[in-house]
């Protein structure tokens, strides 16, 4: 049973968790047996989501490289869980210190205690986790891992990847892939999710109607259209998903992907004014490169 994004219900205090708690029977056999987390807190009341990729052999690994999601259903991180309503690339949260004890503390030992178990894995290594500011220092904590590319994640990493998939593949295989070397455009990337208006819930009343404008996004350049939800039937495109389609824009920075992107968003339409999509991914690093100039 699908559980509506990623099943995930935040709750700020007590009375709010029971409230969850008892909202998990809607998710049916899914919603059966649950967990109970501790929200992660420090220095500042919110943390920042990381997800972090590497190829790995079974015994090595390489990173590919690194996003931030946006799962919240609405601007500024309010609203339900959905399964991500955008992400950008490479998220400025994490330093070059942080991305090392990425490497070091958490794939490198992800790696050999799954060796050690006979479990080697060879994949795509998904690492969710949490940047939390702990007194002073940013560090980064473990949420989920995933055998498998992330989704938005995929669609700003991926066309920045310069390697032939197939010789990638092949290096897993057979126990090289340290001895590849991994190749990136290094742009930024800024994707924005379509969903049906009221997609994490209900969105039943948008099924099957129309998408306008997909044709007159697909060429512009700088910017790549990805279908998920969306149901073509001669040269219409109709509603068929919470999650319709994907836009990402690329630049030399988040600000001038983010812009692309926008504009592009822009033109696009749904029959009944029934496209919902979050107008701030990348706000966060917006405001860190502004600072940054700043100074």
Excluded at 107 to 135: C, H
Excluded at 241 to 258: D, H, S, T, W
Aim: aromatic share 10%; proline share 2%.
């Amino acid at each position: 049973f699908l559980a509506e994004g990623k099943g995930a219900l935040p709750a700020e205090n007590n009375n709010e968790a029971r409230e969850r708690i008892l909202e998990m029977a809607k998710f049916k056999e899914a919603g059966e047996v649950f967990l109970v987390e501790e929200w992660l807190t420090g220095d500042e009341e919110k943390g920042e989501e990381f997800s972090s990729f590497a190829f790995c052999d079974g015994k090595n690994f390489q990173m590919i490289g690194n996003a931030q999601d946006h799962k919240r259903a609405n601007n500024f991180d309010e609203g339900e869980n959905t399964g991500g309503m955008g992400c950008s690339s490479p998220p400025l949260v994490l330093t070059k210190e942080i991305e090392k004890e990425i490497k070091e503390k958490i794939f490198s030992k992800v790696l050999k205690g799954l060796a050690s178990e006979g479990r080697a894995y060879q994949g795509v290594l998904y690492l969710g986790g949490m940047i939390i500011k702990k007194k002073g220092k940013l560090c980064p904590y473990i949420i989920e891992f995933n055998a498998r590319w992330g989704d938005p994640e995929a669609q700003v990493l991926l066309p920045g990847l310069k390697n032939d998939l197939y010789e990638v593949g092949v290096a897993l295989s057979q126990g090289k892939i340290h001895q590849l070397k991994i190749n990136h455009d290094h742009k930024a990337r800024v994707v924005v999710a379509a969903a049906s208006k009221g997609y994490p819930g209900d969105y039943s009343q948008v099924k099957g109607k129309e998408v306008f404008g997909l044709e007159e996004v697909s060429k512009i350049a700088g910017v790549r259209l990805y279908g998920a939800g969306v149901k073509k039937e001669g040269c219409h495109f109709y509603a068929n998903g919470g999650r319709l389609f994907y836009l990402v824009g690329e630049g030399k920075n988040v600000i001038e992907a983010r812009s692309k992107v926008y504009e592009a968003m822009a033109k696009v339409y749904i029959e009944g004014n029934n496209l919902h999509y979050r107008t701030d991914i990348g706000w966060r690093d917006v405001g860190r490169l502004r600072n940054n100039l700043r100074e």
